[in-house]
């Protein structure tokens, strides 16, 4: 794999408060990385001029705000997304078929192939447990709705999941060679585990089938983090081979 490819599996987690903050770091790490995360944080506070900091520098943008409502609003809350002209935006799955298909059907009718961003769906959230979904009713395992979620995900017309790497697999078998899945919980060899607690190197990640890797504090925290970045995409080569 060449180093261009390998810079674009990096997404860096811009976990900041301000669009100052992200002047900084969209200039440190633009060409060091293939995108930026902006999540419902930055999002909530900021809006869409969190992404229109990025693009400034050049860097493409993942949307992520999860969303979850009646089919209507998730449709036009993505085609809005897409609008803002981002590569990832995502859903939460457990909306259902009818919410996925009707935001999948919205954007493709609105911008071309070329133009849309991939359309991502969660599956189950990795702070959730057994225990989590007995509670709101589901009597399954979380490996299992993962994989279901995963699977009616692509038959809804996602593009891919976002995924904890110990998931990578099931979902890679079950969902074939072209579905994306991007993950986050990575940790290079270089880096502290900080809170993730089921984590995975770059390289084996890549090596499972992950597409792209959500990668915040290891780059963030680093002393020189874009040479960070430069390593990590020095461990996502080592497990494409
Ligand atoms: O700093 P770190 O690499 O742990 O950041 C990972 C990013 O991915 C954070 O923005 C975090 O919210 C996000 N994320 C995660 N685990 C998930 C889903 C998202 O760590 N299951």
Request: net charge negative.
């Amino acid at each position: 794999m060449k180093t261009e490819e390998a810079i674009k599996k990096i997404i860096f987690a811009l976990d900041v408060k301000g669009v100052n903050e992200i002047d900084r770091w969209a200039e440190l790490l633009s060409g060091k990385v293939g995108m930026f995360k902006v999540g419902k944080e930055l999002f909530t506070s900021c809006g869409p001029e969190a992404v229109k900091a990025v693009q400034r520098h050049g860097g493409q943008v993942f949307l992520d705000l999860k969303y979850h409502d009646i089919p209507n609003t998730v449709a036009q809350a993505m085609v809005a997304a897409a609008g803002l002209g981002v590569q990832l935006t995502n859903l939460h799955a457990l909306g259902g078929a009818e919410m996925m298909e009707t935001a999948a059907n919205a954007v493709r009718k609105e911008f071309s192939e070329a133009v849309r961003p991939k359309l991502l769906a969660v599956t189950i959230l990795t702070s959730s447990t057994v225990e989590t979904l007995r509670q709101v009713g589901i009597e399954h395992s979380v490996p299992d709705m993962v994989v279901r979620l995963a699977k009616l995900a692509k038959e809804s017309g996602m593009d891919g999941v976002v995924a904890s790497p110990l998931e990578i697999s099931l979902i890679r078998e079950a969902c074939g060679p072209d579905f994306l899945i991007v993950t986050p919980g990575v940790r290079p060899s270089f880096a502290a585990v900080d809170d993730q607690k089921r984590i995975m190197s770059p390289s084996d990640a890549v090596q499972a089938g992950a597409d792209c890797l959500v990668i915040g504090r290891p780059i963030a925290k680093a002393g020189d983090p874009a040479d960070a970045a430069r390593l990590i995409a020095e461990e996502i080569i080592a497990g494409a081979v």
